[in-house]
């Protein structure tokens, strides 16, 4: 498959650099309006030098990786999917609802793949999760903290930013149909985005959800806890052993022998500890590896229209509490 990128920044950098190294991509160029990033580019890459994404779409190429500011991503997806090329978009997909469907309906008119890069659904420790949820029994909880000192940004703010990670992973984990939603968030000084929130939700299923998200924590914390009837977990992305079991849980009992007062006893069971054994896969490889199949092999990645509609939702739905 010919690919290009569309921008060289944060992000853009690592999706180049992995392209070169999955089997069955070539990467024909790469196109930032900054010319100093297309320099940076440069020393790394050898690719045809273009002028405008006009120019970029007249290549003979199969697909588009989108890596530009959030607040373009559909007007670059858009153009993309016109000039007939499948579309690969770091996340969020777009800023708000509609827009997300438009492009999906563009999209499967033309029977073009499109995926958002919601990359921790790709991780090995949020695959292993998937594969063994059953084995949670009911889910109970999940709290999340994604936290650590900027990046601030000027086009979108901490929850769009760092939430749609946690809220991506909870989606394709157990779902997100919202029944309540309450959200604690603040900005920093004078910077025009909230920096810093708490948000707490309820799904229909009963399942409580809490996450954490800022951009102005002195340390980097990774963290979700998945609690169940049966087990629980703790993931933890920023250290080596990223998934712990733990064979431990509340037991509520009734005891008709006592009192009123004592009917509910709650118990406590503390067992094993497990470290789950993972595949050492590098997430975006997962991904664009993924995206590759899906788009040679003519079926939809899994972080399409699912994920990408009901992630923007619950997002609009934290936006305006």
Known sequence: MKVVL???????????????????????????????????????????????????????????FIATPPATHFKVAKKALKANKHIFVEKPFTLNLDDAYALIELAEQRNLKYMVDHIFIYSEPVKY?????????????????????????????????????????????????????????????????EAIASINIELESGVILGIDVSWLSPVKVREMIIGGTRMSAVYDDTIDDKVKLYDAGVILEKDLSKDELYQHMVQYKYGDVETADLPNNFSLNNAIEHFRDCCLEDRMPITSKKSIVNVIKVLEIISKV
């Open 6 to 64: 569309i921008g060289y920044g944060y992000w853009g950098i690592n999706i180049a650099r992995t392209i070169s190294n999955t089997d069955g991509l070539e990467l024909v160029t790469i196109f930032d309006e900054d010319i100093d990033r297309i320099n940076e580019a440069k020393k790394l890459y050898d690719f045809t030098l273009t002028t405008s994404l006009d120019e970029v779409l007249d290549l003979d190429i199969d697909a588009v």
């Open 129 to 193: 999760l998937k594969q063994n949820i059953e084995k949670f029994g009911d889910i109970v909880y999940i709290n999340a903290r994604r936290i650590n000192l900027g990046l601030f940004q000027y086009s979108t703010d901490v929850i769009w930013d760092l939430a749609v990670h946690d809220l991506s992973i909870i989606e394709y984990l157990v779902g997100l149909d919202v029944k309540k939603v309450s959200v604690f968030k603040k900005k920093y000084k004078d910077f025009p985005n």
